[in-house]
């Protein structure tokens, strides 16, 4: 039990947040965005248990709405930089040669433009919605996956038991699916948990710039609109930012715990 | 000869749970200048023995039970630091995979001052000037520009040669080599067995040559120790146990292995030892090696065979020896 | 005398290093005939790992002709080569890395068959049993997964799966050097209980001289990319006419402590990118003499066997 902490930590945190993306509907059945109180009430004051920000939103309802929505783009984003990555560093890590030489050059055209850099400058060409800020972060999360995948085809496709499939006459589609991808898989996954953790903090970040999109309410976009209140009414940014710690914490011990119970066991004969 | 290293009644259990040994009550005497080979394959307990005679047992196991002695010294619960002063200063070890062995990051001339310096307050210079000795020794050429090569330029059986001359460096009495040669093109384990025999000669040393090859033995060693689960099961002088080997298991492991002249067109097949070799954790009653044996009787599966001794300090476990 | 099974000849492999081209095989020439087993013998680097992967095709050869059963294996296109397939499969040496861990046994055994569209599934499943059982493992274990499998039971899975095609040879990478010595006499007296029973053909690579004389029909022995000895097995080891035959003869450890010591062979195998002039062995060898290092002797039949030396008969 006491092997798995970070796994039962992470995943507890993780459940917590789900349980409220999942209960905001629920529970604060209104928009977000309407006016519900007086503005600028501190938690507790008038029923309200976390307060109301500068425009009287109702700080409880913004912030189990914000989960969806943070949860939503950590996820998505992280799901099409999976896809895309894996595609990319199977192909480079296999068939290796000019294949590699080319993918891998495109890899590190958008590796070396600074992540965060990258998606301002393409949110602001499109314009921020739900839709772009997920594309914008699948476009610069992609490469970090590409080259562990690429990493891991390139051992994994040495061992002897691929070199075995190839000597029974399979096809290289079949072997990358069902040989290698099975054996890399694990490792993929522990990164791409601590990538969701990334992407909802840059997701924040972007919002707090006011690259969001206008017509959601996310965890960031809270931090944004409440920085002109930092000195009286710091609450309205701690909240949302105590949840963004929380999250990627949770995630980052999640992704820990994974990688402790996956890899030892593989890696063990 | 007086006696250099005694190992009374040694366990090594899992830790935490002493019930589960993977050494059981190992009891062995090893005399100054002498070569004692063990003998054993997987599970036999062969590399624990030499990793708990050092004290580098992994954290997952311990030494519950018995005592090593060494040179009078009591080994067994002796504190670290103290180990350490007699580990490669006094006993050496050369273990299995030269590959691995060597940092890639030194060259061999720092590598093998590092042996010396840890244990003798000797300068950079000294110790390098030792290290060309040693290469020479060990019979490698070219000492003086060897000594700054990095490990990737060397062979396999050269690199062998560097872990030994490290393991020799401060002239230690009793040299534990692990395998030495199983990593090794056989033309090359020739050559290193025959380094090893020669340094012996030349430095006195008693040397704990732990193999799974019989062949190896024949040349190499004085006295031999077969393993099977965790126990000892047979000790003889080298000429005896081939001559005649008394445990059923020492003699199917000798007929196991193939000896030319009855290939085709007349092919003998090899003689097998039915079964697998059994997990030490999970031995049935009675003697561990009943269910492979083909002369085990109804006592052999239900109590375990004791060490009997035999003349000429030989010893058999078996109800049923062949003498 | 028959046509061969497989047919090498002036087989050439390299592959690029930094440190310059390697010459991995370099002009090798053999038969394997139906039914019988090729011992190929020789230190770590002489290229009979690159020679037996190139006959399955995990190597591409630089130049040369691969024959099985007449037809040109190196030309073929890939339905061909696939359809080939069938005919060599391969042994290999790790039984710890040489099977996914993530599929059961009974899986790895049928894999050959799903690729190859050999049968229902229901046929599969009772050749799979068949096999399992022709190699001495229990059918009942078929759902269990390697690591819960022994060495030894792990190679048998190997050969299993490499017999599930029925091909006419199997080429065997150091089958059992990595199994315990009492498993090792198990596993070779299956391959060849195997060879009696279907007439199967082995490439049997292997570093273990005593092993492979008495299994094998014939040896070549192989040294810096080229054979320098091949002759029947016996003969081979009651007389071996190459010095390094008789040195590799002479490195095999004996359980017998009343043998003599022989002089041993110096040095280390060379490496296989910097070739030396004249016959390659010729540094280490006890007779060379000034022709050896001008000139390479080529391989030249002596009776019926087959030596690469200019003092081969003295």
Redesign the interface.
């Known amino acids: 039990m006491a092997r798995h902490w970070s796994l039962l930590v992470g995943g507890a945190i993780l459940l917590a947040v789900g349980l409220m993306a999942a209960s905001a509907g629920l529970l604060f059945p209104e928009d977000p965005f309407t006016m519900v109180d007086q503005p600028l009430l501190w938690p507790g004051a008038a029923g309200m248990q976390l307060g109301t920000d500068a425009m009287g939103r109702d700080m409880a309802a913004e912030l189990f709405h914000g989960a969806r929505v943070s949860l939503l783009i950590g996820f998505a984003s992280t799901g099409a930089a999976v896809v895309v990555g894996t595609v990319v560093g199977a192909l480079a890590g296999y068939y290796r040669g000019l294949v590699d030489d080319v993918l891998m050059r495109l890899t590190e055209l958008f590796q070396t433009i600074p992540q965060f850099m990258l998606a301002i400058v393409l949110l602001a060409i499109v314009g921020p919605s739900i839709g772009t800020i997920v594309a914008a972060l699948a476009v610069v999360s992609w490469p970090a996956i590409a080259r562990l995948v690429r990493a891991e085809f390139m051992v994994i496709s040495e061992?002897?038991?691929v070199?075995?499939?190839?000597?029974?006459?399979?096809?290289d589609a079949?072997i990358m699916l069902t040989?290698i991808l099975?054996?890399a898989l694990p490792t993929v996954i522990v990164t791409a948990t601590v990538l969701v953790a990334t992407a909802i903090l840059m997701e924040a970040g972007l919002s707090f710039l006011g690259l969001s999109d206008p017509n959601v309410m996310s965890w960031g976009s809270m931090i944004g609109t409440g920085k002109d209140q930092l000195r009286e009414a710091w609450y309205i940014v701690a909240i949302p930012g105590i949840a963004l710690l929380l999250t990627a914490l949770g995630l980052n011990l999640f992704g820990e715990g994974l990688n402790d119970a996956l890899n030892p066991r593989?890696r063990?004969? | 000869m007086t006696s250099l290293l005694e190992v009374h009644g040694l366990d090594v259990a899992l830790r935490g749970e002493p019930d589960r040994r993977v050494l059981r009550g190992l009891s062995f005497e090893l005399r100054r200048g002498e070569i004692l080979a063990l003998v054993g394959e997987s599970g036999s307990g062969k590399s624990v023995t030499s990793l708990a005679i050092t004290g580098l047992l992994p954290p997952a196991l311990a030494v519950t039970v018995g005592r090593v002695v060494f040179d009078g010294q009591e080994l067994t619960g002796m504190a670290p630091r103290a180990l350490r002063g007699i580990r490669g200063r006094r006993i050496g070890m050369v273990f299995q995979d030269p590959m691995t062995a060597l940092n890639p990051m030194f060259t061999v001339g720092d590598q093998i001052g590092e042996a010396v310096r840890a244990h003798e307050p000797v300068s950079r210079a000294a110790a390098r000037a030792r290290a060309i000795e040693l290469l020479a020794l060990v019979r490698l050429p070219d000492p003086s520009h060897l000594v700054d090569a990095y490990p990737a330029r060397l062979s396999g059986g050269q690199r062998q040669r560097v872990v030994i001359a490290a393991a020799i460096a401060c002239r230690p009495e009793l040299v534990i080599a692990d395998e030495p040669t199983t990593a090794l093109d056989p033309t090359i384990q020739a050559q290193i067995m025959a380094l090893l025999a020669s340094l012996q000669a030349e430095l006195g040393l008693a040397i704990l040559l732990i193999t799974h090859n019989l062949g190896l033995v024949a040349q190499a060693a004085d006295r031999v120790m077969v393993m099977y689960a965790g126990a000892k099961v047979e000790e003889a002088r080298v000429a005896d146990i081939f001559a005649q080997p008394l445990h059923p298991y020492t003699r199917r492991l000798l007929a196991a292995t193939p000896r030319p002249g009855h290939g085709h067109p007349n092919r003998r097949p090899l003689e097998e030892i039915a079964g697998l070799v059994p997990s030490v954790l999970e031995l049935p009653p009675g003697c561990p090696f009943a269910p492979r044996c083909d002369i085990a009787g109804p006592a052999c599966t239900q109590r375990e065979p004791e060490l009997a001794p035999y003349p000429d300090g030989a010893a058999v476990a078996c109800f049923h020896p062949a003498a | 005398m028959s046509s061969p099974l497989l047919s090498l000849r002036g087989l050439e492999c390299t592959f690029d290093t930094p440190r310059g081209l390697l010459h991995a095989v370099r002009g090798v020439s053999l038969d394997v005939h139906a039914g019988e087993t090729l011992g190929l013998v020789g230190e770590s680097g002489c290229g009979k790992t690159t020679l037996a992967k190139s006959i399955v095709g995990l190597v591409t050869p630089r130049a040369g002709s691969i024959r099985l059963e007449g037809r040109e294996l190196t030309t073929l296109s890939g339905t061909e080569r696939f359809r080939m397939r069938r005919a060599v499969q391969f042994v290999f040496q790790d039984p710890f890395s040489s099977l996914n861990p993530r599929r059961r046994a009974a899986s790895l055994i049928a894999e050959p068959l799903e690729v190859h569209r050999i049968g229902s599934r229901a046929e599969r499943r009772e050749r799979v049993a068949w096999l399992m059982e022709k190699v001495g493992l229990r059918p009942e274990w078929g759902g269990r997964y390697p690591h819960e499998f022994s060495g030894g039971q792990r190679q048998r899975i190997g050969i299993a799966r490499a017999l599930a095609l029925e091909p006419k040879l199997i080429v065997c990478d150091e089958p059992v050097s990595a199994l315990d010595v009492s498993i090792q006499a198990q596993v070779v007296n299956l391959l060849a209980r195997l060879q009696q029973e279907t007439g199967i053909a082995y490439l049997m690579i292997s570093h273990d001289l005593a092993l492979v004389e008495n299994f094998a029909h014939r040896i070549a022995v192989m040294y810096l990319g080229e054979i320098v000895e091949l002759g029947e097995a016996g003969t081979l080891w009651r007389t071996p006419l190459h010095p390094f035959t008789r040195a590799l003869i002479d490195a095999v450890p004996v359980p017998d402590p009343a043998v003599a010591r022989r002089p041993l062979l110096q040095g280390d195998p060379p490496s296989p990118v910097s070739r030396p002039a004249g016959c390659s062995f010729a540094g280490r060898c006890p007779m060379a003499q000034a022709r050896c290092q001008a000139e390479a002797p080529t391989l030249r039949d002596v009776g019926a066997r087959a030596v690469a030396c200019h003092y081969a008969d003295e």
Do not use: Y
């Open positions: 061992r002897e038991f070199q075995s499939c190839r000597v029974i006459g399979m096809s079949r040989q099975p054996n593989l063990g004969r």
